[in-house]
């Protein structure tokens, strides 16, 4: 089966600048994540999806981040304005469903660099 | 609150050497554990899971125990090869929603 698709790999823009991401989950999954992963740390939950609607946003900052997922298949990330500190690989994950047992396959991610 | 505790990297081996990697957990309720190994530039794989106490995840030769008396997760390999350089992130699936926390990942660095 074809593996989780997220565009583009790279992006380098400068502060106050706005980038968005792209993510086509793994055909069939219904349950999508985006997770920030910060140098040298694991990755951290910034907001889950279920079909088309949001389940957790609750570390999101939504001030500058949104996220949709609007027919229930692909999703993107928007970061307006970025700051400095959201230097990071964001990885958009997919799952057969929202629950703990289930594996979730993870995209290449994107690095971004902010200047 | 959940959280996950990864002993600190880098770990540098030779060939053939054995591997163990701590990992221990804090949560409520009964998570799942997972291992997920990622390579440079890429993204992670799942490497094994274990979904209740005393169940044993293995896969290429790694594989761990859910401890839940001693809240544990290691990942342990017998011999371990140049080709198992990566950084391995040890991760706790919530049993509310599904999301995974990691902990903050172990460099492997293997010599020939």
């Known amino acids: 089966e074809a593996g989780v698709a997220q565009s583009p790999r790279y992006k380098i823009i400068e502060k106050r600048q706005s980038v968005a991401f792209w993510c086509n989950p793994i055909?069939?999954?219904?349950?999508l994540y985006w997770y920030q992963q910060i140098l040298g740390q694991g990755p951290k939950l910034l907001i889950q999806?279920?079909?088309?609607?949001?389940?957790?946003d609750s570390q999101l900052p939504k001030d500058r981040f949104s996220a949709e997922r609007l027919k229930g298949v692909d999703s993107t990330l928007k970061i307006q304005p970025a700051k400095l500190e959201d230097s990071a690989v964001y990885l958009c994950?997919?799952?057969?469903?929202?629950?703990?047992?289930?594996?979730?396959?993870f995209g290449d991610g994107t690095r971004l660099s902010i200047l | 609150g959940n959280s996950v505790t990864q002993m600190e990297g880098p770990v540098t081996l030779s060939e053939e050497a054995f591997l163990t990697i701590n990992c221990t957990y804090t949560?409520?309720?009964?998570?799942?554990l997972f291992w997920y190994v990622q390579y440079p530039g890429e993204g992670l794989q799942l490497l094994l899971k274990?979904?209740?106490?005393?169940d044993k995840g293995s896969n290429k030769g790694f594989e761990a125990t859910y401890r839940k008396e001693t809240t544990s997760f290691h990942l342990e390999k017998g011999s371990v090869q140049v080709s198992d350089s990566a950084v391995y992130f040890c991760?706790?699936?919530?049993?509310?929603?599904?999301?995974?926390?990691f902990g903050q990942g172990t460099e492997l660095s293997v010599k020939p």
């Open positions: 994950a997919s799952s057969l469903e929202a629950a703990g047992s289930q594996p979730q396959h």
């Open positions: 949560a409520t309720g009964y998570p799942s």
């Open positions: 274990a979904t209740k106490a005393d």
């Open positions: 999806f279920q079909n088309n609607g949001v389940v957790d």
């Open positions: 991760a706790l699936g919530h049993n509310q929603g599904g999301k995974l926390i």
């Open positions: 055909s069939g999954h219904a349950t």
